[in-house]
């Protein structure tokens, strides 16, 4: 597939949404850009994971910016995903064992730590609460709250921390002061070495933070009823990711509606529809991010 081709693959679930995404203030969520444990379930992170946001303020096109974002942005959502699935397939077959041995018990560990959950270690209570929070995020919900959040990648803490979904941090010098913080306030918005790291940090989040405990709920409800992810569907958890609660919703539901963003997770259900460990561990360490994007079948092109 030729690059014209693929950009204009990208085009057709563009439907044009009356008023680029405005910046929200995530309430009160604390996130630090978290790296992929470093375990031997997850093989190492393809190079293009480390590649800065481009300048999407020099596409002067509402439809072109668009497809240059989420062309951008979709690769390092099925990288992340990817590698998460592995993580649950890791996590499953842990399940299986009669006896953990140091270094399985160690993975429980510290992904309970990650993920907040203080159960014992090995134990069925603890198992069943990683079972439900490592999980992947549908693609539409995450690049309509990254378009949201960032303004289509043209924020301040964007183009100037990678930050595409507004994560606090606080420990100063942590990320990038707010110019509207109002005085007494301590929080920054964090800085990330890459979009992916704000993307694998947002996921956590999600995935573990109190104050989206729904979207993990409904998230677990479309599994056992054995239906695809809902980015329209897990949206209803984030009431409290923005002071403006409902009307948020409702904004990021739009987009995804406008935008035609189940696009996405249809072909990412197909792009995952062979849960083989081979094929996972293709996705997850593609050498090319080009590779992932809908239409293309060249998961393992050699790297340029």
């Not at 289509?152 to 507004?166: D, K, M, V």
Request: glycine letters at 6%; hydrophobic letters at 40%.
């Amino acid at each position: 597939m030729t690059a014209v081709s693929r950009a204009l693959l990208l085009c057709v679930p563009l439907i044009l949404f009356a008023g680029a995404g405005a910046l929200y203030t995530p309430f009160g969520s604390q996130l630090e850009d978290e790296a992929d444990v470093a375990l031997s379930s997850l093989p190492k992170l393809p190079s293009w994971a480390a590649t800065p946001l481009p300048d999407f303020s020099t596409i002067r096109d509402t439809t072109e910016r668009k497809a240059a974002f989420f062309s951008f942005l979709y690769p390092r959502i099925v990288l992340a995903n990817s590698r998460i699935l592995i993580e649950r397939q890791y996590l499953e077959s842990l399940r299986s064992n009669t006896k953990l041995s140091d270094t399985e018990l160690k993975w429980l560990a510290e992904h309970a730590a990650r993920l907040r959950i203080d159960e014992a270690n090995g134990s069925k209570a603890q198992f069943a609460l990683l079972e439900k929070r490592i999980g992947v995020i549908p693609p539409s919900l995450i690049l309509a709250q990254a378009a949201n959040e960032s303004a289509w990648g043209t924020s301040r803490f964007a183009t100037q921390g990678n930050n595409l979904f507004g994560q606090w941090c606080f420990s100063k010098g942590c990320g990038l002061v707010p110019l509207s913080r109002v005085p007494g306030a301590s929080h920054e918005v964090a800085k990330f070495a890459s979009p992916y790291g704000s993307i694998r940090a947002y996921i956590t989040n999600l995935n573990r933070h109190p104050t989206y405990q729904r979207v993990r709920d409904v998230r677990q409800k479309a599994r056992r009823n054995g239906n695809p992810l809902s980015g329209v569907a897990m949206a209803s958890g984030l009431l409290g990711y923005s002071e403006r609660g409902e009307d948020y919703v409702k904004e990021i539901r739009a987009m995804i509606r406008y935008n035609n963003l189940e696009f996405y997770d249809k072909q990412f259900q197909a792009l995952i529809a062979d849960r083989s460990p081979e094929h996972l561990l293709k996705l997850a360490t593609a050498s090319n991010a080009e590779a992932l994007l809908p239409g293309s079948s060249d998961v393992n092109a050699p790297e340029h």
